[in-house]
């Protein structure tokens, strides 16, 4: 099963929510786990939407209690790990797909690129990213996917 | 989802791993996941049970390369945290299953009382420990996802 | 510098912590760093004994704050890994000296014994241990001492 | 003691060798402990640096021996945490100074201040990021000196 990670605040608007939950929706239709963070946001949209279309969701929580994972989670892992889970997150993940994001969604990002992990970046304020910019969430998904199944050919 | 967690040796003989292997099987079939360390020996047997009954199998590595993984994961949490991510085997689970078992083993087992995660044991080596000791899987299985629902009520 | 472990409760009595401080003092009077968990109990009485002798002392904590280390630490590590700390106390050091202590310092005796970190014990209740127990802090600091040396020549 | 992290590149040429050398110098007299990832480059020249003029200097490791730290390190910490031992360098830092660097560095920047970690940069490429840019090694210590003895008070 191929894991698709997705990073972003966990505070985002409602605009951001509905391109996180498209998001979200269509990486269970492409049959892949979409693994996130687990807490709000852009984490917790993209949860619900792919949990709502029948995926399988890995949240990769800060703490130590299920009762803190978003309900699109759908496979919480407790790591009692802090900010140290986000390093998870990111090595979890066959591709990443950041949304809008703060400094926490920056140095997940800039990790990928130390990684190899292949990025991309949808309605994102981080700039000077060596990483292409999707339009749709179409877009970034069928990118994520086809770096994704090519990372482990 | 349930998470039951499997702990055990990455070498282990053909009545252990058929022991493993049917404890998979019942964890799945009580639809719950299972979580272990992802590579061979009591891990391996448990996980392709596990799969083999359809049930989802996550699988905690030590390592960063999915490639790692028994053929039983289907979910594989790819760390590279080395032997903390036993740690992680053990906070992820709601109760836990010991079969045979090494110094590993052991260790994560003293951490499961340390943590309060409901341990059981099955074909056990590991002395002085304050569980129980199931004689079958399904006395295993069956006292295990007991205590998982009760800890999250 | 070689690198002591001490490891034991986070509460004890006063006899143990007499003991635990008077290993500490062996250790900086070795010119060992002395590494713990950094809290209290068994980890503040070493700790408070090799600083008042002048040694290192390192101290890898649970949280994130210094304020929540013993008064002997002088070099707080804030991890915010939670209990996955445990295992760096065990890998940060070249020898261990385990005093008294219950499950906490049993999950770490047997990574002790996984990893090949050499182990003893001294007052310790912990059972059915492969590793040798010291009548006194003198013969625990000279054994530990030795080892260190033995394992990085 | 104060802790001081130094953080940049694993390669770095003469002049940024030159400049993370002076820093470590100029912690060390001020009496912090110098706080690095304990391998090459920028992390090397720091560490001696410090190590030269009577320092401590803790070197965070991410694998499991204690011969990959660099020469400058006294404390080395073998964590065996791969990259996630990126967030305990800043984790256990009071202040940070980033030398150069590249992605590594970027992700440990933008941990700072999702953290809360002050951070000052020298000879440093990061682009837009809200962090003082010191001219030189003095002024880089200086601030970060002042910064770590704020944070506790």
Redesign the interface.
């Known amino acids: ?1 191929l ?1 698709i990670g997705v990073i972003g605040g966990h505070l985002c608007d409602d605009d951001i929510a509905a391109v996180a939950r498209r998001v979200g929706e269509l990486v269970a239709w492409e049959g892949a ?1 979409l693994v996130c963070g687990g807490l709000g946001g852009v984490m917790e949209a993209a949860a619900v939407g792919a949990r709502d279309a029948g995926g ?1 969701v ?1 949240g ?1 929580l800060p703490g ?1 209690d ?2 803190t994972a978003n309900p699109g989670v ?11 889970r ?3 997150v990111v ?2 993940s ?1 591709a990443v797909i950041a949304i809008a994001g ?3 969604t ?3 990002a ?2 990928c ?3 190899g992990v292949p990025l991309i970046r949808l309605k994102s304020d981080l ?2 990213l060596p990483s292409p910019i999707a339009e749709t969430p179409e877009e970034a998904v069928e990118w994520a996917m086809e770096r994704a199944r090519e990372r ?1 050919e």
Request: aromatic share 8%; hydrophobic share 50%; glycine share 10%.
């Open positions: 099963m894991r786990a399988v890995v990769i130590d299920i009762r759908t496979i919480p892992i407790t790591t009692g790990l802090g900010e140290a986000n390093v998870l090595k979890a066959d703060g400094w926490g920056m140095s997940e800039a990790l690129f130390k990684l700039q000077n482990w």
